[in-house]
């Protein structure tokens, strides 16, 4: 009798123990999916000297100490409705761009290294300074849809361009005669990717009804030659040739290419 | 007459003094931080993820620092300390307060049970049940996932500093998740997100054992009336009351219902040792 008792208590707890442990996975199942979906943010603009995005939402403890420090309240912290990790800085260059403060004041309160001024950090004599560069700030490229840029049409307009902080280096102008008309010049303007922060300036100040120039993340918007194309008129390239070794001569996995930011920072 | 009209006023007050601190504590602080992004103060900037306090130093929610070390990244000083100096100021000193003194969702929960009870909402047994010791599951789950989904897993879906975020820098749709919250401590659970599933109380709950604030019971004055119980949201905590004199540990958040509700002062705070 005391036999079969202890048994069914037994098989009571074992009961109970398996209840639990799938209780446990099921929740764990829902709320991993739920958070891989919640995280994820390619189409983010980050602060100035953000790391990069995988490391970003890891990083970011959501306080908005860099959102209050903004004096143009240009970021914004994600809600839930924002299609990017819930509580995380970002900024909508249309509504308002960075305006590419010189003392970022934005970046060096940043508690938990989501933003990292070493990023960003000024060089004097090729030391590096603990002083910041916002010029050195790569948040995103500009990318211009000559469709619906008026500019392209051949109708006079330079809005981004003038509104450029970086004026004549990220934007240039491009004249070309119109043959349309036969008396007018094109001047069409063209980012130049290696010197535009992505601030949005241009995004914001463009006369579309919809932007027909905006920002988007680097790693969303450029594409990548890969090492074993060279430019052979160029001999700072051609040295590299000299120095390459097989290895290297293999297209870059995926894998490569999401471990590989250094090229946010430093394209050449 | 009117002498007896402010002998009953401050018998109110009195009989209510920690909520009335508490709600001046937490409403306090709020205003601290909103002033920051509103006005531009610079007493507390940031929120309760992580605080820049007089422009000087950090301070930061452990449990998050925690998290995000699991997922695979090592915060920066600023961040790592804030977080130690949180964790040992509630570890050592204030036990779990964070939850009835600072924490905004228990003004929700709060509300949520004061209308549950006044409207005599129960729950039927059974209908939905789930055990106090819940918490601590969700606790070890977020800390085991984060690594699993690459970022602080808890973080992603706070309803904390959701609240709080939203109530400084806007809700979006985030109100949506605080009236489930609300509906779920009234109509589902008594006490139920924070009494049974909040990790952060968990997490405060399993290192503040030996804080030195706690609520101490004298069971010579105990007339066993079982009022504190009543109230108490974590009554589990209160099983020595009219057995045993001797401090209130684990979940108690020093909120302090159950000394206002004593009539014989049998319960009052006091400072922690272990000889009783
Ligand atoms: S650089 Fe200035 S404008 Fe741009 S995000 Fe930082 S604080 Fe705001
Ligand atoms: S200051 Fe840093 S940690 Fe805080 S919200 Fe901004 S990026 Fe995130
Ligand atoms: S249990 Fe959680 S939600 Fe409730 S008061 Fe504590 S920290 Fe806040
Ligand atoms: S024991 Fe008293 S102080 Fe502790 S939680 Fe319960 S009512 Fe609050």
Not at chain 2, 175 to 200: N, Q, R, S, T
Request: include cysteine; aromatic fraction near 10%; charged fraction near 20%.
């Amino acid at each position: 009798m005391a036999d079969t008792q202890n048994m069914n208590s037994r098989r009571d707890a074992l009961k109970t123990m398996f209840r639990g442990a799938g209780l446990l996975g099921l929740g764990g199942a829902a709320w991993g999916s739920a958070a891989i979906r919640l995280k994820a943010s390619e189409l983010t603009l980050r602060p100035p000297a953000a790391i990069k995005e995988e490391l970003f939402v890891k990083a970011c403890i959501r306080c908005g100490t860099c959102v209050e420090a903004c004096p143009y309240d240009t970021l914004q912290l994600a809600t839930l409705d924002d299609h990017t990790a819930m509580g995380t800085p970002f900024f909508k260059p249309r509504l308002i761009p960075c305006y590419m403060c010189t003392d970022v004041p934005c970046v060096p309160v940043c508690p938990s290294g989501a933003l990292d001024l070493k990023n960003i950090a000024k060089q004097i004599d090729g030391v590096q300074t603990e002083k910041p560069d916002i010029n050195k700030a790569k948040m995103g490229v500009a990318m211009l849809d000559q469709e619906a840029c008026l500019a392209y049409w051949g109708i006079q307009c330079d809005a981004c361009y003038r509104a450029c902080p970086l004026l004549g280096e990220a934007i240039t102008l491009e004249f070309k005669r119109n043959e349309r008309t036969g008396k007018h010049a094109f001047l069409k303007p063209v980012v130049h990717r290696d010197v535009c922060t992505g601030c949005g300036l241009c995004e914001h100040a463009c006369v579309t009804e919809k932007a027909a120039i905006f920002v988007l993340p680097r790693t969303v918007a450029t594409g990548r030659v890969g090492a074993h194309y060279i430019k052979g008129w160029d001999e700072a390239d051609e040295e590299r040739l000299k120095n390459m070794k097989e290895a290297q001569t293999k297209k870059s996995s995926p894998e490569d290419e999401l471990n590989d930011w250094e090229y946010l920072l430093d394209d050449e | 007459m009117i002498g007896n009209t402010c002998l009953m006023m401050s018998r109110i007050i009195w009989r209510n003094r920690y909520i009335i601190l508490r709600r001046t504590v937490q409403i306090g602080l709020l205003v601290l931080f909103g002033g920051a992004n509103w006005w531009g103060w610079k007493f507390l900037m940031g929120n309760y993820s992580s605080a820049y306090v007089f422009e000087t130093f950090y301070l930061a929610d452990p449990h998050a620092v925690l998290q995000t070390f699991a997922a695979g990244f090592v915060m920066s000083t600023d961040a790592i300390v804030g977080g130690i100096i949180v964790l040992l100021f509630y570890a050592l000193i204030a036990g779990r307060s964070f939850c009835s003194w600072v924490c905004p969702v228990n003004m929700i929960t709060d509300l949520a049970t004061y209308l549950r009870k006044k409207w005599k909402i129960t729950s039927k047994e059974n209908f939905f049940s789930i055990s106090r010791k819940t918490r601590y599951w969700v606790l070890g789950l977020g800390i085991v996932l984060s690594p699993i989904v690459g970022v602080a897993a808890f973080e992603i879906i706070n309803p904390i500093t959701l609240l709080h975020r939203g109530i400084i820098f806007g809700f979006g749709m985030g109100w949506a998740v605080i009236i489930a919250l609300f509906l779920f401590d009234l109509l589902v659970v008594e006490y139920g997100w924070c009494g049974h599933l909040c990790p952060l109380g968990a997490f405060y709950s399993a290192t503040s054992r030996f804080a030195l604030i706690k609520v101490k019971h004298d069971v010579n004055k105990c007339s066993m009336c079982m009022k504190c119980f009543g109230v108490c949201h974590e009554e589990q905590v209160l099983h020595i009351v009219g057995k045993h004199s001797g401090f209130i540990k684990n979940e108690c958040s020093n909120c302090g219902r159950c000394i206002e509700v004593c009539e014989d002062n049998a319960l009052k705070f006091s400072i922690y040792n272990t000889k009783i």
